[in-house]
């Protein structure tokens, strides 16, 4: 390595030339170049037609929808509830501050040099979860009691998943630990943990948790629906994020836990300080991914009768003032995933490159 | 499906050992009034019974019966929390306590009345499941339809009218099952299957969402009855009398020919009927735990059973149902309450 390392020669690109290489190389690459352009040509047209041109964006009633394309109007005209469910109008500012407040601590997070962005991110994750509890159930601080069956749309789905990751992140660490702990006790009880609710499908934990559950407290104990939900989640979650967890503890090389200990640290610095910083950062795919799927997998409470995005839309697709509304209701709600699970991704990636210290090769 | 079935039955068998051991004594109305206002379950969405509107209100036959109740307990219709109930949950909900009434489009059977813990307070609208068919399969009546693909919504009774009445007729049917009706729709719409059954009353609004509603039509045939009503849970005797009284008093007042809009007037009426109606005379609100003018005040802020009908599900909504069997029994339907003396 002691040679300075040179990038290859950069090749002449002309348009023609790259298409010919790339796109018509033989007989085969032409026949699907031609044919992609063919479905992109025929589709791409009536898409955006549908989309933009023929659609109807203005207006307040379905007898603004005329045209041949989507009605943006009944979007338009629910989206209200859509974004905040039953939440009483006159207090869904309070609401509004938490989504300022979540953008304030996660965008400037994809800004590299935006003053105190670390101090934001920490907010975002320890602090936030704090204001939201006292803000959006409201209740105390004189602020009026919002019950949470009030709580739904994209509301709902941010507060399942967002709670969803922010707890289940630790408990899963937890979980990955005590699975390798040499304490045959903790072993074992993680072991059991993971195993048994990572081999039940989240429908069934919702469904247990909203419909069998209540069955079995003691009479007047009542733990409101979403808790249920929420509970289930998380700890359905833990145990997903705990074995990838253990897959980033298992990629550490055994020097490394000596090193540590031969340092004379105590077990939780050995952790906290040599094992998990790396660990972490070998896993971070592996645990974004696992967010992603759970934010669209908190649709599922559907089932249960929360309305979260997705619930609301169906619960009003249905109804007969407005004629096929459902496409542009189900378009709604995959922008909506698509922009935060897109999110998501994104700060992942910049995340990695950001603590690649060659570990990546 | 059959998994469906038998995690239903079990939910039932569980709760009602359970409820039959933890008797609610009668405290739902103090409850209530504790709490301020009622806990009524109603669907996730379903056209002309409970549906939010633009502002998230709730809308619908379903949500007014409750509305109905709140205004006789706290005179004030909009003393009422919705909570909405999936059909699997919705029994739970109840025996749990979650809520106080469930308002759901939930069909009156001997089953749910007898083993679930639970009493049924009346019927609100009297349904019975009828069958949307493709044009094109060619059928004018349901005796045609052997060997047919049908869709059908999970967790309600549907499923076993539908294989009861194949049955009886020597018939086969290909199920193709769907959780929600909009799915349902969708599915049929999509040429899943060549029928679609549901209740009638909501045939015409699903068939209304289809990109060509003259592609299918309603066959005339009706297979079952499906009395639908408010549901309470069993061992409460003055609640179950409160809910039951309501609707009656909604229906008789209907028969009086006391709507929303003259039930200040009829204060003054000298029909000792309308007079204990409105609790100008007697003390019948005494008697179910209510106050005297009860009568006056669900009328007023709610409505008759007509008014309801009509705002809800009648000719002039989307869904354009004429009255039918729901008319009162003075015009030829079976909507009759027992008299209020």
Known sequence: ?361 | MRKMRSIALGVALVAGTFTASSVMAATTLKNVKQKGHLQCGVTTGLPGFSQPDEKGNWTGIDVDTCRAVAAAIFGDAGAVEFTPLTAKERFTALQSGEIDMLSRNTTWTLTRDASLGLNFAGVNYYDGQGFLINKGIGVDDATQLDGATICIQAGTTTELNLSDYFRAKGMKFKPIVFDTSEQTVQGFAAGRCDVLTSDRSQLAALRSKLSDPNSAKILPNTISKEPLGPVVRQGDDQWFNIVKWVLFTQINAEELGVTSANADDMLKSDNPGIQRLLGTDGDMGAKLGLPADFGHKVVKLVGNYGEMYDRNVGPDTPLALDRGINALWTEGGIMYAPPVR
């Open chain 1, 1 to 361: 390595m002691t040679e300075p390392t040179m990038k290859a020669p950069r090749k002449a690109v002309r348009p023609v030339k790259w298409m010919r290489e790339n796109l018509f190389s033989g007989w085969f690459n032409t026949v699907l170049t031609l044919g992609v352009a063919y479905l992109l040509v025929t589709s791409v047209g009536p898409l955006l037609n549908w989309f933009f041109l023929d659609a109807n964006f203005v207006g307040s009633d379905p007898s603004a929808c005329t045209g041949a394309g989507a009605c943006w109007v009944f979007i338009n005209q629910r989206l209200n509830f859509f974004i905040y469910g039953f939440y009483p109008d006159e207090l869904q500012w309070r609401v509004n501050v938490m989504f300022l407040l979540l953008a304030v601590a996660f965008v400037p997070q994809f800004i590299e040099r935006f003053p105190g962005r670390k101090w934001l991110g920490i907010f975002g994750i320890f602090g936030l979860p704090v204001v939201g509890y006292f803000l959006i159930p409201g209740g105390s601080f004189g602020l009026e009691a919002v019950e949470s069956s009030k709580w739904g749309g994209l509301m709902l789905t941010l507060v399942l998943a967002y709670i969803g990751i922010i707890a289940s992140l630790p408990i899963g660490i937890l979980l990955a630990l005590g699975r390798r702990s040499e304490m045959p006790i903790i072993r074992g009880i993680s072991v059991v943990f993971i195993e048994v609710w990572r081999a039940v499908p989240l429908i069934t934990v919702l469904f247990m948790a909203s419909v069998m559950l209540p069955l079995f407290l003691p009479e007047g104990v009542n733990i409101e629906k979403l808790a249920r939900a929420l509970i289930g989640i998380t700890l359905w979650q833990s145990a997903y994020m705990a074995e990838v967890v253990r897959g980033g503890l298992q990629a550490i090389p055994r020097g490394q836990y000596e090193a540590a200990s031969a340092l004379g640290l105590g077990y939780w610095r050995r952790m906290g300080l040599v094992i998990l910083p790396q660990a972490l950062k070998m896993v971070i795919p592996g645990i974004v991914n696992t967010f992603i799927a759970l934010f669209k997998d908190t649709t599922l409470v559907l089932i249960i009768g929360l309305l979260d995005v997705l619930g609301t839309v169906q619960s009003t697709v249905s109804d007969p003032t407005w004629q096929n509304v459902a496409t542009e209701g189900y378009v709604f709600v995959a922008f909506c995933f698509w922009v935060f699970c897109f999110g998501i991704s994104r700060y992942s990636q910049k995340l990695e490159r950001k603590l690649d210290t060659g570990h990546k090769t």
